[in-house]
C-alpha cells in the first residue's frame, strides 16, 4: 500500500475505494506518510501515534483518520488535513480508551484494542517574529506557546525574524519537546533577511539533532553556505567539524526556504525558491553527505556571529519535525571528520609544540592568516593527537587555502606512514597544483595542473581543497570541483597531515584543516 491508497470496509474485509469528497474523511498513511512534502508549510504540533507497546499501526489500520469525536475526549482535535493536532503540554498524554475510525468513505473501522500513546511531535513551528511592542528583542524561550531552549550562545527575534546576538560564537536553540522527535527530522525556514555580505552580518540558519553533545546546522552569508557538526565543550562555545568542506557558494534571495535533514547517517541540504529546489549543487541538486557523529536529538535554529540588526541575516516561519525516510537518497560517499584543526589560531608560531601536531622535517609556521611552509624544501607533519574514531583505508583532507601567493606551496598530506616518509599528498600555489607520491620524502609526481583548469581562474583565499583516497583512486577537488581521479596502489594505509614545498617567499598555506574517513553509506 501507498500513501493516499484508500480502503473501504464492505462488512467482512477491508477492500480497495474511491476517494469521496464531501463529508468523507481523506485518508493519510500514519506515520511515516503524514508529512510526504515537508518542504509545504505544516499545521503546528501535529503527533504520531502508536499502538500498545509503541508498535506504530500496521496497515490497514495505518491508513485510517481519527474521529474528530473521540480526539476531542483528550483535547485534541484534527486539522483540515486529517492529521490530529495538539500542544506541547499534551504530547505525554496516555489515550487509556480506544479512539474512534473511519475509512474514506466514512464507514466505522473495527474496534481497535489497546491503548493509544501520542509520543513523538510531527510537526511544530514558530514565525519567529517577536511578539513584544514595536518588534523588541525577544529571547526565543520567552516566546509564549513555545518549547525553546538554548543551546549555546545567544539568538533573538525581532520584527523581521530571528538573528545572532553575540560576536565570534556559535549560537543554536532548539525546540525541547516534552517527547523526542524522531532521529529522522527537518528543520526549515524562510530567508526574511539576507546578511550585508558574507562577511559582515554574521551568519544565520537551521539546525537538526540539537542536544547537550552537539548538533548538525547549515548556516548562511549571503552568497556562499557552510555545513558542520558542532560537538559541546563546555556550555558557551563547540568544536566544529567542517562537513561541507569549507564555504561553499550559492547566491541566496530573500524568500528562499532553507531545508535541512537528518535520515540514518545521510543529512540534506536544499534550497527552495518558489517551490522548485534550486540547489544548493549546481544543476538545482541538494547538498547530500554522510556523517555518524549524532543519532537524535531536536530540531533548532543556528547562526555565528552579529553586527547591527540592519545588516544581519535573518529568518522567519520556522518548522521542524520527523522526516521521511524517502526524502533524500543516501550519496555514494559521505565525509566523516575525525581531526580538526583552525590552524590559523594560538598558539601561533611554529607547528612544533603546537597539539596534535608532528612535525619531521622543515619549518612550518602557523600564523593568524594560515599555516604554511617557512622553509626552502620540504616542510612536513602528520597528525598524531587524538580522533573522535580511527583512521581507515578510505580518508579524506581538506583545508582553506590561506594565505595564497607564489611560488611556495602549501598542501595536504594522507595516507602517511609515521617517521617513513611515504604518502601521498597534494600542493598547491596561485596558479598550480601537483599531486605527489612521496617515497622517503622524495616527490614523485603522479599529476599537475593549474587552478584555472579546474574553477576557471587562480587559487584565492578561502577557497577549500580537498585530497581523497578511496581504494586505490586518488581524487583532488578545488572547491568541490574535481580537478581529476588517478589510480594508484603504492599505499593502502596511514594518517592525514600538512605538506609544503618552496622558498619561503609569498607562501600559500592552509587554515581550516579536517581530515577523517570516507565512508560508503550506499
Known amino acids: ?69 473521540s480526539l476531542a475526549a483528550y483535547g485534541l482535535a484534527m486539522g483540515a488535513d486529517g492529521i490530529m493536532q495538539g500542544t506541547p503540554t499534551q504530547v505525554a498524554t496516555n489515550l487509556a480508551v480506544p479512539l474512534n475510525m473511519v475509512d474514506s468513505v466514512g464507514m ?19 514565525t519567529l517574529i517577536s511578539t513584544l511592542a514595536g518588534g523588541a528583542a525577544q529571547v526565543p524561550s520567552s516566546r509564549p506557546g513555545t518549547s525553546w531552549v538554548t543551546g549555546w550562545g545567544s539568538l533573538l527575534c525581532g520584527s523581521l525574524g530571528a538573528y545572532p546576538a553575540t560576536a565570534y560564537q556559535d549560537h543554536v536553540t532548539y525546540w525541547n519537546s516534552p517527547n523526542p522527535f524522531p532521529a529522522g527530522q527537518y528543520s526549515r525556514a524562510v530567508i526574511a533577511q539576507l546578511g550585508a555580505s558574507d562577511t559582515a552580518g554574521g ?18 552569508g549571503r552568497t556562499v553556505y557552510h555545513i558542520e557538526y558542532m560537538r559541546a565543550s563546555g556550555t558557551t562555545a563547540s568544536t566544529a567539524y567542517d562537513l561541507s568542506q569549507g564555504l561553499q557558494p550559492f547566491a541566496f534571495a530573500v524568500g528562499d526556504t532553507i531545508f535541512f535533514q537528518a535520515v540514518g547517517q545521510v543529512l540534506t541540504f536544499k534550497v527552495i525558491r518558489n517551490g522548485n529546489v534550486v540547489g544548493p549543487l549546481p544543476g538545482n541538486q541538494p547538498w547530500i553527505a554522510g556523517d555518524t557523529n549524532l543519532s537524535g536529538g531536536q530540531p533548532g535554529i543556528s547562526g555565528y556571529g552579529t553586527s547591527a540588526v540592519a545588516s544581519a541575516p535573518i529568518i522567519k516561519d520556522w518548522e521542524g519535525g520527523a522526516a521521511t525516510a524517502t ?16 590552524f590559523y589560531t594560538a598558539p601561533l608560531g611554529t607547528l612544533v609544540g603546537r597539539p596534535g601536531w608532528t612535525v619531521e622535517t622543515g619549518t ?56 617513513s616518509g611515504n604518502g601521498y599528498g597534494v600542493i598547491f600555489n596561485q596558479t598550480n597544483w601537483t599531486l605527489n607520491r612521496y617515497v622517503n620524502r622524495v616527490a614523485n609526481i603522479i599529476a599537475t595542473g593549474t587552478a584555472t583548469s579546474v574553477i576557471g ?39 592525514a597531515g600538512f605538506v609544503g614545498s618552496g622558498t619561503a617567499a609569498a607562501p600559500t598555506g592552509v587554515s581550516s584543516w579536517a581530515a577523517g574517513q570516507l565512508v560508503v553509506t550506499s
Not at 466505522?108 to 510537526?123: E, Y
Not at 578510505?394 to 611560488?407: D, E, F, H, L, S
Open 203 to 220: 551568519w544565520m540558519g537551521v539546525a537538526v539533532r540539537c542536544g547537550p553533545t552537539g548538533y548538525y546546522k547549515v548556516t548562511i
Open 364 to 419: 612550518i609556521t602557523v600564523a593568524a592568516s594560515g599555516t604554511y611552509n617557512n622553509t626552502a624544501g620540504l616542510g612536513l607533519a602528520y597528525w598524531s593527537g587524538a580522533v573522535t574514531a580511527s583512521w581507515t583505508p578510505n580518508q579524506w583532507v581538506g583545508g582553506r587555502a590561506a594565505p595564497v601567493g607564489t611560488p611556495t606551496s602549501g598542501g595536504l598530506l594522507l595516507r602517511y606512514t609515521p617517521g
Open 108 to 126: 466505522a473501522a473495527p474496534s481497535i484494542a489497546g491503548t493509544l500513546n501520542i509520543i513523538a511531535p510531527v510537526h511544530v513551528s514558530d
Open 327 to 342: 526524502a533524500a537518497a543516501p550519496p555514494s560517499v559521505g565525509h566523516v571528520p575525525i581531526a580538526t584543526d583552525p
Open 1 to 69: 500500500m501507498n500513501d493516499g491508497d484508500v480502503l473501504r470496509w464492505n462488512g467482512t474485509v477491508w477492500v480497495p475505494g474511491q476517494l469521496v469528497r464531501g463529508p468523507s474523511i481523506v485518508t493519510r498513511a500514519l506515520p511515516d506518510a503524514i508529512i510526504s512534502t515537508p518542504e509545504s508549510p505544516q499545521d503546528p504540533y501535529e503527533f504520531q501515534v502508536v499502538g500498545q507497546n509503541g508498535v506504530p499501526f500496521a496497515a490497514p489500520h495505518s491508513l485510517y483518520t481519527w474521529t474528530p469525536v
Open 457 to 495: 581562474r587562480n587559487l584565492q583565499n578561502q577557497d577549500f581543497c580537498q585530497l581523497e583516497a578511496m581504494n586505490n583512486q586518488l581524487t583532488f577537488k578545488i572547491n568541490g570541483v574535481t580537478a581529476g581521479t588517478w589510480p594508484d596502489n603504492t599505499y593502502s594505509s596511514g594518517v
